[in-house]
């Protein structure tokens, strides 16, 4: 961004993008606490698969900048 005082390698967000890359981060703190949860209350393992695979899911959509 020449001319400018925001650094070359800077990232620019909107904030309609950062607004809903903040939400992504939410989901995937929100689903990580019920794997947390559900390993405390003695969730059966395949509950437990369930959960982690949609926390993978939710992590992976939340690193991706759209």
Not at 10 to 32: T, Y
Request: hydrophobic residues 45%; negative net charge.
């Amino acid at each position: 961004m020449k001319g400018t005082s925001i650094p070359e390698d800077a990232v620019v967000l909107s904030a309609d993008e950062a607004s809903a890359l903040v939400d992504r981060m939410f989901e995937v703190r929100c689903a990580a606490e019920d794997v947390a949860t559900a390993v405390n209350e003695g969730a059966e393992s395949n509950e437990l698969a369930l959960m982690c695979a949609d926390l993978v899911t939710r992590a992976k959509d939340a690193e991706r900048l759209r």
